[in-house]
């Protein structure tokens, strides 16, 4: 079974300062990757994913993510974030073979400060 | 236009009722899920569905009923409510050429209360 570990329920920022949010994984064989981020009372919208390739994924409002394939991890990452990044970002997983669901991780909140 | 549309976007109601949540999408996909969120913002997948046809359903009780009419449309029908059905339903979509590395487009949410 697949399963997606965001280790922090919530993360601090300084708006300026680079942002990460953690996320590790686990699949049979080899992953496909997301994240989405959720705004207050919205819809889940995607942000970037991985699926083979270059392992720093860049994607939507100047977020990145970065592959690691021997950490099973994908986090997620910003160099200079913004107060209007603060929402809750999801990560989720599904395996490259087969048909299966995404699995999302519990989810993270981002608090950035003026 | 909205890409993936669910109405009511509020729905309170008294326990034991029977009530509908409707999803439509315009972009032409294949597949189409609900997704519930809880008050601690877990997402649960609860059903899929391909081409009107019904390829997942996880662990979700009987009285929880979708209904695909056609592939654009996903409804969502829950009989004899409780309590613990309160919280926010997701409808979301995914084309056919990325069935498995395709996003998923998401509706804005419904929120049903029970009371």
């Known amino acids: 079974a697949q399963s997606v570990a965001q280790p922090e329920d919530q993360v601090n920022v300084a708006e300026g300062n680079p942002l990460t949010v953690k996320c590790t994984y686990s699949?049979?064989?080899?992953?496909?990757l997301f994240w989405y981020v959720q705004y207050p009372n919205r819809g889940l919208q995607f942000l970037l994913k991985y699926i083979t390739g270059d392992n720093l994924v860049k994607g939507s409002y100047g977020f990145e993510a970065e592959f690691n394939k021997s950490q099973t991890s994908f986090h997620l990452k910003k160099p200079s974030a913004l107060v209007s990044d603060s929402a809750l970002y999801f990560c989720?997983?599904?395996?490259?073979?087969?048909?299966?669901?995404?699995?999302f991780g519990k989810g993270t909140m981002l608090l950035v400060s003026p | 236009d909205t890409a993936v549309s669910q109405t009511p976007k509020y729905l309170v109601t008294q326990m034991g009722n029977d009530k509908s949540i409707k999803c439509e999408q315009n972009l032409g996909h294949d597949t189409m899920y609900w997704y519930k969120q809880d008050s601690k913002k877990f997402l649960k997948i609860m059903f899929s569905?391909?081409?009107?046809?019904?390829?997942i359903n996880e662990t979700v009780p009987n009285r929880f009923s979708p209904k695909s009419p056609d592939k654009a449309h996903l409804n969502l029908h829950i009989n004899s409510l409780e309590l613990g059905d309160s919280a926010v339903y997701f409808c979301a979509s995914q084309g056919r050429g990325n069935a498995n590395t395709g996003e998923l487009f998401f509706g804005e949410g419904s929120r049903l209360t029970v009371l």
């Open positions: 699949v049979s064989g080899n992953p496909y």
């Open positions: 569905y391909n081409n009107k046809e019904l390829i």
């Open positions: 989720a997983v599904r395996p490259l073979s087969g048909y299966s669901t995404l699995t």
